[in-house]
């Protein structure tokens, strides 16, 4: 038993935390091997002028006009800048020059972590409150009643909740990017799920693979395909119904794929890719769940799950709407915590023993999202992000068409693990890339297509996005994953590929 043991322990996946700092080493390790480089760049500021920043650091100030924009040739419209629709610094084209080497040592890895936490502190709070809340939900018992109550509204039409879950958070992210927020749905639905007789990667899929083939196929996403529209010179509603028909048919084919697994699941728990863990996670998330247990949908849980459910189109609003961070989005869910706590019934110390301790239960998934953020500052201290924008867009110089926008979709998927920032990259690089579809009579739009699914098809899986922070919420591993979604990947890179091709022939 004792050999047996031991073979399981070699053969065990490294933790997320591992992974991470292995991708860290890795970027540490880019930074000596990749020249370093800058391009200079272009800002708009806060009392209507251009400021440009030469690459050594010094800046001057131009006139906000597009005579500016015309000379340093940066095809975008001048009220892109005046109205806010680009707020970052914009890359010169033909700036790029090598500088010297910034390699980053030891220091600097011991350091990213650490700095990479410090610049993740909104999210961090927000989701150490998330979790503070949800834990005194649970403890008030309004999640069992209610989870009791739809397990008897969907008896045999369970995979409905899926449909509607994935299709709703694929809704969110085509159109305002919803990403981080997604974070605050695996304690919630999962335990709705597994009580369904799903395992945990059917939840995972739901949330996070709708969230993913949203944001991939954005259609008005203000964060991905409007800044890089913007940025490319063009309107977003060129492409929208090419984009639109994509985006349909990628969600269909996650829906079948994901329906395919959770049957083969429900039929027999074994065919589970993570059934060896099955018994760990539902008892984290099914701990106190008794199908035979009638617990009362009181008013009092009503309310609480009322209180709590606001919570969700308060921050849809704000986020979309109200152009909130999260720092507001913290608030919101604070605010309804309190008023949760004070009608929960439980004592004061109950009350906030219960949500420190819930807080303190995603921890990991925090200091995760921090260590991730870490790897992109090393990576922007050694100075290769523009480099690698330079090598990428000489690679496609004078291609024909098809595989001009085939490569490109490759290249930016390449630089999506780099610069994971959806809006940092559309600032970056559009104003590079866009101009090369001119010299090869392509519409510029496919090149914003191009940029949008090759990034969006990287975080099905990149170590630097949110996958890695989601799988810790539910306890899953990063291979299991793996194993799950690549044929999925695949699928839809396949797919994207083909819709590329066809716009590329409109």
Avoid at 353 to 376: S, W
Wanted: charged letters at 15%; hydrophobic letters at 50%; a neutral charge.
């Amino acid at each position: 038993m004792a050999t047996s043991e031991k073979a399981k322990k070699k053969r065990s996946f490294p933790t997320a935390f591992t992974v991470l700092f292995m991708v860290l080493v890795l970027a540490a390790v880019l930074t000596w091997v990749v020249p370093a480089g800058s391009f200079e760049r272009l800002t708009y500021t806060e009392d209507g002028q251009f400021q440009v920043t030469a690459i050594d650091g010094s800046t001057k100030t131009e006139k906000a006009s597009q005579k500016t924009l015309d000379k340093y040739h940066i095809n975008i419209p001048l009220k892109s800048f005046k109205e806010g629709a680009i707020r970052k610094p914009i890359a010169i084209p033909g700036t790029y020059k090598r500088i010297e080497q910034k390699p980053q040592g030891f220091a600097s890895f011991i350091l990213a972590p650490i700095s990479g936490i410090g610049d993740s502190v909104g999210i961090i709070v927000f989701v150490l409150i998330l979790g503070g809340v949800i834990g005194v939900v649970n403890k008030s018992g309004a999640f069992d009643a209610a989870m009791a109550a739809l397990s008897r509204k969907t008896k045999g039409h369970e995979f409905m909740l899926v449909v509607i879950v994935c299709s709703l958070i694929a809704v969110g992210g085509t159109t305002y990017g919803m990403a981080e927020e997604t974070i605050a749905f695996y304690p919630i639905l999962l335990p709705i799920f597994l009580a369904a007789g799903y395992d945990a990667l059917v939840g995972i899929a739901a949330i996070y693979l709708g969230s993913t083939i949203g944001t991939m196929f954005s259609t008005t996403n203000p964060f991905s395909v409007v800044i890089a529209s913007n940025a490319a010179g063009i309107n977003f509603a060129s492409a929208m119904p090419i984009r639109l028909v994509s985006l349909v048919l990628a969600q269909i084919v996650t829906l079948i794929f994901i329906g395919r697994y959770a049957k083969k699941v429900k039929a027999d728990p074994s065919k589970s890719l993570i059934y060896a863990d099955k018994e760990r996670i539902e008892e984290v998330f099914l701990k106190n769940y008794d199908p035979n247990k009638v617990v009362p949908f009181d008013a009092r849980r009503k309310l609480i799950l009322i209180i709590f459910a606001l919570a969700f189109p308060v921050m849809i609003w704000g986020v979309s709407i109200g152009g909130w961070w999260f720092e507001e989005l913290s608030a919101v869910f604070l605010t309804a915590g309190l008023i949760i706590m004070a009608i929960s019934g439980l004592s004061e110390k109950d009350a906030v023993n219960t949500f420190i301790a819930g807080a303190a239960d995603l921890v990991g998934v925090a200091l995760i999202i921090g260590v991730a953020r870490g790897i992109n500052m090393i990576m922007d201290q050694g100075m290769i992000s523009d480099t690698l924008l330079e090598y990428t867009s000489r690679a496609v110089d004078g291609m024909n068409s098809v595989l001009f926008s085939t490569t490109q979709a490759a290249l930016f998927s390449i630089l999506g693990i780099f610069i994971p920032s959806s809006s940092g990259l559309a600032t970056l690089s559009m104003p590079i890339m866009a101009p090369l579809a001119d010299a090869v009579h392509l519409s510029r739009d496919v090149v914003v297509s191009a940029y949008n699914y090759g990034q969006g098809w990287m975080s099905f899986i990149t170590p630097t996005g949110l996958i890695l922070a989601s799988l810790e919420m539910v306890g899953v591993t990063y291979d299991k994953w793996l194993k799950f979604v690549l044929p999925l990947m695949m699928t839809i890179g396949a797919l994207a590929l083909v819709m590329l091709g066809i716009q590329t022939m409109l």
